[in-house]
């Protein structure tokens, strides 16, 4: 198994325009979960799905964050506009439903706004 | 709301010591709880797990030691190698998903 995987891995971005990331889930997972990792804050939960449904965005950060699963496979996590703020690491993870706890993640996907 | 608290936030070990980070966590309704491992520039990897209804679980040189009255739980990287040097998350979850620690960059020297 390929493992979860993030598209790009690092991201530049300028103040203003939209990023967008990219997670592919393990095959057969049905649970996938955005993180955040900063220095500051840690590893934050973003928002979560469970078959394909937002369960919980309450980690959010604002409006301009969305994130979408278009299909049981495949997951979006949108800003737009981007902020300086915005900067940090982000990860995505699946699991399976039955066994919510045991995350795996990926690589991450290194986001720098200028 | 810091739900798992974690100490101490970087740590140095000599190779062959014993490395211990310590976890306490708020949430009574977390029924799961892992040690995630993360090397530069890789997503955490989960490392080792505890359920609650035992004290201790050892996977080769570590071991995760909960103690349930005292909502804590920590974790023991004994024969510490230069090889163990990376971040380590504590975390927990119930039916919810895992919230984590901040993290100890640990540094395993020669």
């Known amino acids: 198994d390929a493992g979860v995987i993030q598209s790009p891995r690092h991201e530049v971005t300028e103040m203003g325009q939209e990023v967008t990331l990219r997670c592919k889930l393990i095959s057969g997972h049905n649970s996938l979960f955005w993180y955040r990792q900063t220095m500051m804050r840690g590893l934050e939960l973003l928002i979560y799905?469970?078959?394909?449904?937002?369960?919980?965005d309450s980690g959010m950060p604002e409006d301009r964050f969305s994130a979408k699963m278009p299909n049981a496979s495949f997951s979006t996590l949108k800003i737009q506009p981007s902020e300086p703020r915005d900067s940090a690491v982000y990860f995505c993870?699946?699991?399976?439903?039955?066994?919510?706890?045991?995350?795996?993640f990926g690589q991450g996907t290194r986001l720098t706004v200028v | 709301q810091q739900q798992v608290k974690q100490s101490p936030q970087s740590l140095i070990v000599q190779k062959g010591g014993i490395s211990i980070i310590n976890c306490a966590y708020e949430?009574?309704?977390?029924?799961?709880f892992p040690w995630y491992q993360q090397f530069p520039g890789k997503g955490p990897a989960l490392l080792i797990a505890i359920r609650p209804d035992v004290s201790e679980k050892k996977e080769g040189r570590f071991t995760i030691s909960f103690n349930k009255s005292a909502k804590q739980f920590s974790l023991h990287i004994m024969d510490s190698q230069p090889g163990d040097s990376a971040t380590y998350f504590c975390a927990g979850a119930g039916n919810t998903p895992l919230v984590f620690g901040k993290g100890t960059r640990l540094s395993v020297i020669a």
């Open positions: 993870a699946s699991s399976f439903l039955s066994r919510a706890s045991e995350a795996f």
């Open positions: 949430n009574t309704a977390f029924d799961y």
């Open positions: 799905f469970n078959n394909n449904v937002p369960i919980d």
